[in-house]
T-cell receptor, first 114, second 115 residues
Framework: GAVVSQHPSWVICKSGTSVKIECRSL??????MFWYRQFPKQSLMLMAT?????????EQGVEKDKFLINHASLTLSTLTVTSAHPEDSSFYIC??????????FGDGTRLSIL | ELKVEQNPLFLSMQEGKNYTIYCNYS?????LYWYRQDPGKSLESLFV?????AVKQEGRLMASLDTKARLSTLHITAAVHDLSATYFC???????????????FGQGTILTVHP
């Protein structure tokens, strides 16, 4: 079945640093990738949608300069949280799909900013 | 704006009992999904429902879709402890362009099955 690998699974870093999260589709071409954020005991909130080779489309209220998304190839998208602060601590989940197929989710990245 | 509402939000039930989780959504949709999430984990896909009247079953879980009523149900039969998890429904709108494939999630139903 379709596999999406997300890395790292858990990261702890100091306030002010930038953190990059990778999302890879291992056995299919990810024409579209999605990035979600989930706070404890809450649902998933879509942050942005990226199509390969295009700029990401951000949801309302998501700062594009804060959350940089790159989808340069059909198998890799990255989310960089720039100048991270404690309020950015969350569970970040990516998903990928090939054309109109259902999304496949990565295992998530737990980000803790001290 | 699409709204997806699940109920109940919390469900504590005894092993062996049956119950139904409901997912209502506010606009026409092509696809509805059910996912399971265990604590600290990502989402596990349970069902994809693609048409009105679709019914799918896997083990003790059965999902159905009524697109006219904009309602999906997840029925639990003879619950066991291993089913304890958070269950999400999500709706996919075919809006074309960059919106296609965007999922809007319900709030989630936290299910606890106890002896």
């Amino acid at each position: 079945g379709a596999v999406v690998s997300q890395h790292p699974s858990w990261v702890i870093c100091k306030s002010g640093t930038s953190v990059k999260i990778e999302c890879r589709s291992l056995d299919f071409q990810a024409t579209t990738m999605f990035w979600y954020r989930q706070f404890p005991k809450q649902s998933l909130m879509l942050m942005a949608t990226s199509n390969e080779g295009s700029k990401a489309t951000y949801e309302q209220g998501v700062e594009k300069d804060k959350f940089l998304i790159n989808h340069a190839s059909l198998t890799l998208s990255t989310l960089t949280v720039t100048s991270a602060h404690p309020e950015d601590s969350s569970f970040y989940i990516c998903s990928a799909r090939e054309f109109v197929q259902p999304q496949h989710f990565g295992d998530g990245t737990r980000l803790s900013i001290l | 704006e699409l709204k997806v509402e699940q109920n109940p939000l919390f469900l504590s039930m005894q092993e062996g009992k049956n119950y139904t989780i409901y997912c209502n959504y506010s606009t026409t949709s092509d696809r509805l999904y059910w996912y399971r999430q265990d604590p600290g984990k990502s989402l596990e896909s349970l069902f994809v429902l693609l048409s009105n009247g679709a019914v799918k079953q896997e083990g003790r879980l059965m999902a159905s879709l009524d697109t006219k009523a904009r309602l999906s149900t997840l029925h639990i039969t003879a619950a066991v402890h291993d089913l304890s998890a958070t269950y999400f429904c999500a709706v996919d709108i075919d809006a074309g362009g960059t919106s296609y494939g965007k999922l809007t999630f319900g709030q989630g139903t936290i299910l606890t099955v106890h002896p």
